[in-house]
């Protein structure tokens, strides 16, 4: 994408300078964007996005985490399914109904959720860039499988 738009590569060899950065976060809930706690998927208006594969969700395979299936509730909603072939993310009006189709509009929002809260925030991005708030939920599976009280759901 970035030759395709023009942009140059440079080749050969490059030294890089030893940089500082210093990230200040108190916790992954006191972000930039709206966050969703376990306690809180409950009290979503608008639907739970669930964001991994599509056989994670179903419970039928679960490479990382010990319990295989999904949030109650939850619709799945694979990272994948927004972006086009090449990897970028699909139109805006491409977003818009398949978001719709999913039951997010502007009036209620939505929530997002995968395994560890990394690809659910692909989620939140085109929502974002069709101008729809979502909520990512950090913990994501990995933290409610973890809490035994938890409900879990499988199957479609």
Known sequence: ??????????????????GDVTITHRDL???ELPTLTADRTAELTGPLLDARAPERFRGEREPVDPVAGHIPGAR?????SVL???????TDDELQEFFTDRGVDASTGAGAYCGSGVTAAVLIAALQMIGLEAQLFPGSWSQWCAEPDRPVATGD
């Open 1 to 18: 994408a970035w030759v395709d738009s023009g942009g140059e590569l440079e080749t050969g060899f490059t030294t890089v300078g030893l």
């Open 29 to 31: 809930y006191q972000g």
């Open 84 to 90: 086009s072939v090449d990897g970028t993310f699909r």
């Open 76 to 80: 799945s909603t694979p990272s994948t």
